[in-house]
């Protein structure tokens, strides 16, 4: 999922919250790997900004084990997370948690978390 949808469904779902409540924001990789890093960045940008009246835990880009480690596309989740450091830091309410993930961690197709990878995350 696109930031833009991810955001927009957010948005309307938060209104609610307050500063005793948080929301986990994971997105960007469908922009990173369609070379919409900028639009995915402004997106999340104008997230942070604009819903700050509730606690924010951006989660950063994984990388993608389905290319080379040294594509283009890992270089831009490495530059995207770098950026995304940058967002969240001004803001109180905001906090950037990254993982560090391996390749078992993964499916087959090296795209999505599998069981071992998401208890890892979540612990």
Do not use: Y
Not at 8 to 23: F, H
Not at 40 to 66: A, E, P, Q, Y
Request: glycine residues 4%; aromatic residues 4%; positive net charge.
């Amino acid at each position: 999922m696109s930031t833009d949808i991810l955001i927009k469904t957010a948005s309307n779902e938060i209104n609610s919250l307050t500063k005793k409540d948080a929301v986990i924001l994971w997105g960007g990789l469908n922009d990173v790997g369609n070379n919409h890093s900028k639009a995915g960045l402004r997106n999340i940008s104008h997230f942070v900004k604009n819903d700050s009246h509730t606690n924010i835990v951006m989660m950063g880009v994984l990388h993608r084990f389905d290319v080379l480690d040294t594509s283009c596309v890992n270089r831009e989740v490495d530059s995207f997370n770098n950026k995304l450091t940058k967002i969240v830091k001004p803001f109180k309410l905001a906090t950037l948690l990254k993982s560090e993930q391996k390749r078992e961690h993964f499916t087959r197709h090296c795209m999505h978390l599998n069981a071992t990878g998401k208890h890892q995350l979540q612990n």
